[in-house]
């Protein structure tokens, strides 16, 4: 058998070693029963809870895991269609520039065969001229001619006319092959653009489809992480309500009679017969819940088993700076935003080894009002208001 007797600080049981045989049975007492009770919630809330919680919270990591990758995919993804998209409109602009030159070009080679008509009449008019005139021999056409000098017109003119013909001639036909040239190189241009900007368009499509589909991934595993977190929130509920059914049936019901400060009960029976409150001297005896009487932490665990109808036993577990990590232990949730009806963890500093543990009564903006006991290490109530930045809170109401 173990030989313990029990010595205190500011804010909690501490257990070690001591030698002297009259405290035997008190203290296998008293250790049975921290044992028996502290075990009996270990298995409610962590071998029926914490290792669902635990395996959807992997999940969760390992689904956020994808969701981050997906999400690097995705920026890839628009990335490269925010420079095709880039690509589709420089070739745009050029395929208006260019457009635009075929349909300038088209109205040019409507207008020049307009001119190719009309010199074409010309043309056959000359031609016609020429005809008539070219029937008549020279010496006919001189004699036809008034007199030399007539003649002499009349051979320049056949010869303008002649040469006139041929330069028509030549200027239709070169006209031509350049104006069909020069739409031929642009309907080559515009055609090679029109594909350009079809494959690009084409690429687009497919890179978006691939960023809906990556999208379509995300929000699924958004959707999984979201039912694990549900799932998660139910079982921390169980959880709770499972440990006040252990206290309820494990640690009994505080019978207490009058109040003090804070409404801190004036006395009262803990589960080994011993009595606590406010009529007995500071560190006189343990509450319900371990913690040594008129200590911040027993008033803190009065006021949450007062307030919600139950306090898990952390009697010898930790400090009030142990207080937070007991509470997520046991499934109860954890924060820096101050709520009434929360405990306010202070979680100690230079000199202070221990933290300090208030209840907190109302809330305005970065300021809390406060009640507590032991503030100044003397057993009474005090209610005080501070800042709220800095402490973590316990939010035993869920």
């Known amino acids: 058998m173990i030989l313990v007797s029990v010595t205190k600080n500011k804010n909690m049981l501490k257990i070690r070693k001591f030698a002297n045989p009259k405290y035997k049975i008190v203290a296998a007492v008293f250790l049975l029963s921290v044992v028996s009770s502290v075990g009996t919630a270990i298995v409610a809330h962590a071998d029926q809870y914490d290792a669902q919680i635990n395996s959807l919270e992997q999940q969760n990591n390992s689904i956020q895991g994808n969701v981050d990758s997906l999400a690097n995919q995705a920026s890839s993804y628009q990335a490269e269609i925010s420079q095709l998209q880039n690509q589709v409109d420089s070739m745009q602009a050029a395929l208006s520039v260019n457009e635009a030159k075929q349909a300038s070009d088209e109205q040019q080679i409507a207008s020049d065969q307009q001119n190719i008509a009309t010199n074409k009449q010309y043309l056959r008019d000359d031609l016609r001229t020429m005809y008539v005139d070219g029937q008549l021999s020279t010496i006919e056409e001189l004699a036809t001619s008034k007199n030399l000098s007539d003649f002499v017109n009349k051979e320049e003119y056949r010869t303008a006319v002649q040469g006139k013909v ?77 440990n006040r059914r252990l206290v309820s049936s494990g640690g009994g019901t505080v019978d207490a009679s009058g109040t003090c400060g804070g409404s801190y ?24 819940w371990g913690m040594y009487n008129r200590e911040c932490v027993s008033y803190t665990a009065w006021m949450v088993y007062k307030t919600y109808g139950y306090m898990p036993y952390w009697g010898g577990s930790g400090d009030a700076n142990e207080w937070p990590g007991d509470a997520e232990a046991a499934g109860i949730p954890v924060g820096s935003t101050p709520k009434v009806g929360s405990v306010a963890i202070y979680m100690g500093g230079s000199g ?42 316990i939010y035993f109401g869920g």
Not at 360 to 373: E, F, K, L, P, R
């Open 166 to 242: 041929t330069s028509l001639i030549q200027q239709i036909a070169a006209l031509q092959t350049q104006l069909q040239a020069q739409k031929a190189q642009v309907d080559v241009l515009v055609n090679t653009e029109k594909q350009q900007e079809d494959q690009l368009a084409s690429s687009q499509a497919q890179q978006q489809q691939l960023l809906s589909y990556n999208q379509a991934q995300q929000s699924q595993y958004n959707s999984q992480i979201q039912s694990n977190q549900s799932q998660i929130a139910t079982l921390r509920q169980e959880q709770i309500q499972a």
């Open 265 to 288: 009960p004036a006395s009262a029976t803990n589960n080994y017969g011993g009595h606590w409150g406010c009529d007995y001297p500071l560190d006189n005896a343990l509450d319900n």
């Open 352 to 393: 202070d080894p221990w933290g300090h543990a208030m209840w907190v009564d109302s809330v305005n903006g970065s300021m809390i009002t406060v009640s507590q006991y032991n503030l100044y290490y003397d057993g009474n109530y005090y209610q005080t208001t501070i800042s709220s930045a800095g402490l973590v809170y």
